[in-house]
């Protein structure tokens, strides 16, 4: 069945280190990964998100990458903050049929000053 | 310009009772899904609809649970006899079109069931 794996399920950094975290999907008719950042009691925001006819996106200090052979998807926060500090789910979506996401089961990281 | 809006924000039940939850989605916005967070994991599609219409109902359970969402007024998340395991946050999106697009969340309703 559908399925979205993610790693780790916490991760904790130094303020100014880089942070990774992967998924792995297992539809491969899904096309569209974005990534939601969820602060405690919030609801999820979305900070970036990939096709699968493009292999890399960046936005200022974030970055997505997609292997479709793989079925892998990365997020790189590079010089992380405090405020970085959130859970972040990845997720999968086809192009056709159904739009829902498949999300990942969150990624809890602990930025310390 | 208005984003997902949810109603109530907070609700509290007793086993037995109903719990309705309201989802107005963002102005323009045709596709609406449904989603449950449990405490501490992550989000679990429940279902899809358009205007009128559920398009994947896979993520809801087939007894208690109904949606919809009427041509005019907010979608509309039923749970019927409400047991203690249904206590989470329901989160509500919405999309313009389907495919590829960013689904916007609403702040959720967090149902607590005495």
């Known amino acids: 069945g559908e399925n979205v794996e993610q790693h780790p399920s916490t991760l904790s950094v130094q303020e100014g280190d880089s942070a990774v975290i992967k998924c792995t999907y297992s539809?491969?008719?899904?096309?569209?990964f974005p990534w939601y950042k969820q602060e405690l009691g919030k609801r999820p925001q979305l900070i970036i998100d990939?096709?699968?006819?493009?292999g890399e996106k960046k936005d200022q200090r974030i970055a997505v990458t997609l292997n479709k052979t793989a079925k892998h998807f990365s997020l790189h926060i590079t010089e992380t903050q405090p405020e970085d500090s959130a859970v972040y789910f990845c997720?999968?979506?086809?192009?056709?049929?159904?739009?829902?996401?498949?999300f990942g089961t969150g990624t809890r990281l602990k930025v310390l000053a | 310009n208005a984003g997902v809006m949810q109603n109530p924000r907070h609700l509290v039940r007793r086993r037995g009772q109903e719990a309705r939850l309201r989802c107005s989605p963002m102005k323009g916005h045709s596709h609406v899904y449904w989603y449950r967070q449990l405490p501490e994991e992550g989000l679990k599609f429940m279902v899809y609809?358009?205007?009128?219409?559920?398009?994947?109902e896979s993520g809801m359970p087939k007894e208690r649970f109904s949606a919809e969402f009427p041509k005019e007024g907010p979608s509309i998340l039923r749970i019927q006899q409400v047991v203690r395991g249904d206590s989470a946050a329901y989160f509500c999106a919405s999309s313009d079109r389907g495919q590829g697009n960013e689904q916007f969340f609403g702040p959720g309703t967090r149902l607590t069931v005495l």
């Open positions: 539809d491969s008719a899904s096309n569209y």
């Open positions: 609809l358009q205007k009128e219409n559920i398009i994947d």
């Open positions: 990939i096709r699968s006819n493009v």
């Open positions: 997720a999968a979506s086809r192009g056709s049929g159904t739009y829902k996401y498949i």
